[in-house]
């Protein structure tokens, strides 16, 4: 081999090396094969989200009774403490009672909105009736994080390898999953809201000007430092 193939064939190698790095990237497979990139990463896929529903059934009434709106109350309660993400409203379809579930599911999230509760997330659906007597079904979906144990601590400074210890990372990652106040968080991410479509032609209408686009100083944030009394 000559020394004029050798960069040739470097180059050649290098480009099969990236091509195959975009390969395995894309495939999900292969990214889920891959081992944990760091030491504290592997206990980031021992964390487990369970998902249960919290429900309440109501019998069908012409009026919510004291008894169903107190549940209901309780209900949005928890669903405020667990920052849910919606709340269903489930009425019961193809019985005879079907006007009545309807009128009643209107009824009841009207209460949830006039307690709190925004209108964007309150959806009213139905379901199958299988039974004549069947209630109207008002819930979330209640998620519960699954942390990892740790232990089996050894004496972290006889290292002598320079290598990290067995549980390293597994009490950060155990007393995060513990704390986040909505476990399904950490399943993805949230959606965003829409953009200010009015703001930001306002914002490139002052730059294309020349104007500032900054917003105006308040009089509040104005001031002098007072000098320090002797």
């Known amino acids: 081999m000559t020394r004029t193939n050798l960069p040739k064939l470097a180059a050649a190698g290098l480009a099969l090396a990236l091509l ?26 021992r964390v487990q989200i369970d998902a249960h529903p919290d429900e309440v059934a109501l019998v069908l009434h012409a009026e919510l009774s004291a008894a169903q709106a107190q ?7 928890r669903w405020m403490a667990e920052e849910g993400r919606e709340i269903v409203v489930s009425a019961p379809t ?4 079907s006007e009545l579930a309807g009128r009643m599911a209107v009824a009841v999230r009207q209460r949830l909105v006039a307690m709190g509760a925004p209108a964007a997330h309150v959806r009213v659906v139905g379901y199958r009736a299988g039974a004549p007597n069947a209630p109207l079904k008002v819930g979330f979906v209640r998620f519960k994080a699954k942390v990892p144990q740790c232990g089996g601590w050894e004496n972290v400074a006889a290292t002598r390898n320079n290598t990290a210890y067995e549980n390293f990372g597994c009490a950060v990652t155990a007393n995060i999953a513990a ?8 399943l993805g ?42």
């Open 94 to 97: 193809g019985g005879a009672d």
């Open 179 to 186: 704390q986040v106040a909505n476990p399904e968080d950490l």
């Open 71 to 77: 549940a209901l109350d309780d209900l949005l309660d």
């Open 20 to 45: 195959s790095a975009c390969a395995s990237s894309s495939d999900p497979a292969a990214q889920a094969a891959l081992p944990p990139r760091t030491d504290s990463e592997q206990w980031m896929n």
């Open 189 to 230: 991410p949230r959606g965003t809201t829409p953009a200010d479509a009015g703001r930001r032609d306002t914002v490139i209408g002052k730059y294309r000007s020349g104007a500032s686009s900054a917003s105006a100083k308040e009089e509040q944030a104005t001031g002098a430092v007072s000098k320090a009394v002797n």
